[in-house]
């Protein structure tokens, strides 16, 4: 929920070779959908519309689309024109340039756009084709292949959905004298788009009605709208994600503040964090429609790619449950009144106005205002969670539950670490054996022997770019910190450089000190993955440390052991945004200065 939306549209409508029909539909759809993807209130999407290109081009838009995206990012490309199988039953889109003798030179290859869905980083990928699926022969020839353009077949994968336009093959051929035909493909408006634009700009394509618009959605909204066309064509979808995939944001009213909806839509987990606290009292205090608007509201922020928002809103949920529970067997476990006739009928407005009265205003007060939302937002009044809550790590390939099980006091503004599923005792002893290296400067080991395994310790990270706020948890990794706060004292990390690539993370502070001639202490946890905002010392990189901006991430050996601010990442995300470049070559420019320990 925190990267970009990022949308490549490519229409083509004309083309150089007589083959290909010329379609009248494409560039003004792809008009109509770009206008909905802008909307900041539908879509968001940063949009690039191409008219018409050559291969070339489209192939290199193609490229740079999926090599730019981030982790986080929402990857969309759309095309609309002619798709044409070759004689083996390889799928090509036309693009203005291209022969039908030369699709492989001269067209955009399927197989070109699943290798670019299979190389980027994004893991939320969204493919739409509205396109004439035709394949030209020679008079006289019979096809190679079934009446099946293979899209979904070509295009399907991992963390991916594939949408098209239709499923089954219409041929129209007009002979002419030499060994050429032309090519008659349907040329009426798409349906198809126009139904997709429709779904995303009214908000008809939320079925469920709880603001949000996801690939399956959509892709049930169009295949009404087309059947109930009476179109000879029947939309496909294959949605190989894991999750719900959310593609836009409905329009349409819901029973809840605009405010909240925006405030739960923010890339910031901290305004997501503080708008739980708001819903949770809706649950308590707001009318019936209120009241399961929000549940339903909780419901979706459970699944929210942040683990301590997700816990908060599933901690939320339980105590509305548990609490229902409660005044339910507290209501049947009553006396049944006898009802005294003298006393008013609440129900009788005119006998009883200010029984009446009082029970409205109830009602009304328990809905936040508008102002007060807003105000939260925009001062990012968080509401700090400092229980930890039952719960399980996203991600986690091995699905085993961790458990809470000690309080932990975050600062305000800070990441909240993950906690191990078995706590440490108060104390344990760490051992710094020598490696049989030789150390790199005067850099002596700490002594062994016992070091707490409680309290976080703040320490504030000095870098070229800033500075960024971090906590060390002795709770996660009481050894990892105790050697960290060692090697600070004696100025291991000041003046050392930082590197990245095509990778989650900034590591930092190993190249200029080069190795230690004493060997670090294991404090992985099994299975837990590394979400933005942690600090972790990996294996490979020890003794520098990672700072994770992109999540999550699987771990094998790496340990935790703190976290950063969000005025820390908000540090190392503006230096991100000076390039695109994948694999982050700029962040290399990064030094530590020193390295800061509040005692």
């Known amino acids: 929920m925190t990267g970009k939306r990022r949308a490549l549209l490519i229409a083509t409508e004309s083309y150089s070779d007589a083959t290909f029909r010329r379609l009248r539909a494409p560039h003004a759809d792809a008009e109509a959908l770009a206008a909905v993807l802008r909307d900041p209130a539908i ?8 008219r018409n290109p050559p291969a070339h081009v489209a192939n290199l838009a193609i490229e740079d689309l999926f090599a730019a995206a981030r982790l986080d990012d929402l990857v969309l490309l759309y095309l609309s024109g002619h798709g044409i199988k070759d004689d083996y039953g390889r799928l090509h889109l036309a693009m203005a340039n291209s022969r039908h003798d030369r699709l492989n030179a001269t067209a955009v290859s399927a197989q070109f756009v699943r290798n670019q869905m299979d190389g980027t980083r994004s893991r ?21 292949t079934g009446e099946n353009a293979g899209a979904l077949e070509q295009l399907g994968g991992r963390g991916s959905a594939v949408m098209t336009s239709s499923s089954a093959l219409e041929y129209s051929f007009e002979s002419g004298e030499d060994a050429g035909s032309t090519l008659v493909g349907a040329a009426g408006p798409s349906v198809f788009t126009g139904a997709l634009v429709e779904g995303l700009r009214t908000g008809s394509a939320d079925r469920n009605a709880d603001g949000l618009v996801d690939v399956d959605e959509l892709y049930d909204f169009i295949y009404a709208q087309v059947e109930a066309a009476g179109k000879p064509q029947t939309p496909g979808l294959d949605s190989r994600f894991q999750g719900r995939l959310v593609v836009a944001t409905s329009p349409a009213g819901t029973d809840l503040p605009p405010e909240i909806g925006q405030a739960m839509r923010s890339p910031l987990p901290l305004v997501r964090m503080a708008i739980v606290g708001e819903l949770a009292k809706l649950l308590r205090s707001g009318s019936a429609e209120e009241a399961e608007a929000a549940r339903d509201a909780l419901a979706m922020l459970v699944e929210d790619d942040t683990d301590s928002v997700a816990a908060a809103a599933h901690a939320a949920l339980a105590r509305a449950e548990a609490a229902a ?14 009802p005294d006739p003298a006393a008013p009928d609440p129900t009788d407005h005119a006998k009883a106005p200010g029984m009446w009265a009082k029970t409205r205003r109830a009602v009304r007060t328990g809905l936040p205002s508008a102002a007060a939302i807003a105000a939260l937002v925009a001062a990012f009044a968080l509401i700090l969670w400092q229980e930890r809550y039952d719960g399980r790590f996203a991600g986690d390939p091995a699905g085993e539950a961790v458990t809470q099980t000690e309080q932990v006091r975050v600062p305000q503004g ?31 080991p700490p002594a062994s022997g016992e070091v707490p395994a409680r309290g976080i310790v703040r320490a504030d990270i000095n870098t070229t770019i800033g500075t960024i706020p971090a906590i060390l948890d002795r709770s996660l990794a009481p050894c990892t910190v105790n050697a960290f706060i060692h090697r600070v004292e004696q100025g291991f990390y000041d003046n050392t450089g930082c590197s990245s690539g095509n990778v989650p993370w900034l590591t930092c502070g190993r190249g200029l000190h ?27 990189y020890h003794p520098g440390f990672s700072v994770y901006f992109e999540g999550p991430h699987s771990s094998s050996n790496d340990t935790v052991f703190g976290t950063i601010s969000e005025e820390g990442m908000a540090v190392v995300d503006n230096k991100r945004a000076e390039s695109d470049d994948p694999y982050n070559s700029h962040l290399g420019e990064i030094t530590v200065t020193s390295v800061d320990i509040e005692r």
Request: hydrophobic share 30%; with cysteine; net charge negative.
């Open 124 to 144: 939320r990928v969204v493919v739409v084709l509205d396109c004439c699926f035709a394949g030209a022969f020679p008079p006289g020839s019979t096809h190679r």
């Open 514 to 540: 080069g190795n230690l001639d004493y060997d670090w202490i294991d404090e992985s946890v099994p299975g837990l993955p590394l979400h933005r905002g942690y600090l972790v010392m990996h294996s490979d």
């Open 325 to 338: 529970k409660e005044a339910a067997d507290e209501q049947a476990s009553r006396p049944v009144p006898v």
């Open 414 to 444: 800070f990441v909240t670490p993950p906690t191990r599923p078995t706590p440490l005792p108060e104390q344990v002893t760490c051992q710094y054996p020598p490696n049989g290296e030789e150390s790199a400067g005067s850099v002596q």
């Open 43 to 50: 879509g968001g999407y940063e949009v690039e519309a191409l």
